[in-house]
């Protein structure tokens, strides 16, 4: 069956520290990804898309990687302030036309002072 | 621009009664999508429309109901209410999943007694 995980473990990390957050899947064939944040009592929030020709994407402190070999992205968040603790969602597209976005269950990522 | 819109934000039925959660986009997107979110379980894809008149099943469609009579509106409806249907659930809508993310409404807070 297809599956997404994500580290269901809490990540704490010093402020200032690059936060790295990982999101294994097995039996899909995407041909991109995306990854979100969620704070508690809201919505997903979209950051950033990354197709499979993509190995890297950046937006100003973020950096997800998609190695479609290991079937594995990364997402980093450089610099990390206590304003970037939240739950990060990576998601998948399938079916036909990749129309269908299935969730992981999120790591939930804590930065101290 | 109001985005994704959900209505109600909290409701409580009782187990057997119907209702109707309401999402309304106001960006033109075609992709929308209802989703419910439980502790541990991360986000579950119940329904999605790739355009009006367009519907298919997600994750876990049984005991609900969709329809998208116009690009704006995707109604969820609840026809016998269940505990098991206890949860938040969020609408989303995206101008196409294969180049944008999707964007979230604020969810319904939805308990069964």
């Known amino acids: 069956s297809q599956k997404i995980e994500q580290n269901s473990e809490a990540l704490n990390i010093q402020e200032g520290k690059t936060a790295t957050l990982t999101c294994n899947y097995t039996n899909y064939s995407p041909a991109y990804l995306q990854w979100y944040r969620q704070d508690p009592g809201r919505g997903p929030v979209f950051l950033l898309l990354i197709r499979e020709n993509e190995k890297e994407k950046r937006k100003e402190r973020l950096k997800v990687t998609f190695d479609t070999t290991l079937k594995q992205s990364l997402f980093h968040i450089t610099a990390s302030q206590p304003a970037d603790s939240a739950t990060y969602l990576c998601a998948l597209a399938s079916g036909g036309g990749y129309q269908k976005v299935t969730f992981g269950t999120g790591t939930k990522l804590q930065v101290i002072p | 621009n109001a985005g994704v819109t959900q209505t109600p934000k909290f409701q409580v039925l009782k187990t057997g009664q119907s209702m109707t959660l309401q999402c309304a986009q106001d960006m033109n997107h075609e992709y929308m999508s209802w989703y419910r979110q439980d502790p541990g379980m991360g986000l579950r894809l119940i329904h999605y429309s790739v355009g009006a008149g367009i519907t298919d099943q997600g994750e876990v469609p049984n005991g609900y109901n969709v329809s998208r009579s116009t690009t704006e509106d995707f109604p969820l409806r609840l026809l016998s209410a269940a505990p098991s249907q206890t949860s938040v659930y969020f609408c989303?809508?995206?101008?196409?999943?294969?180049?944008?993310?999707?964007?979230f409404g604020s969810g319904t807070r939805l308990t069964v007694v």
């Open positions: 989303a809508s995206s101008g196409g999943t294969r180049t944008y993310g999707y964007t």
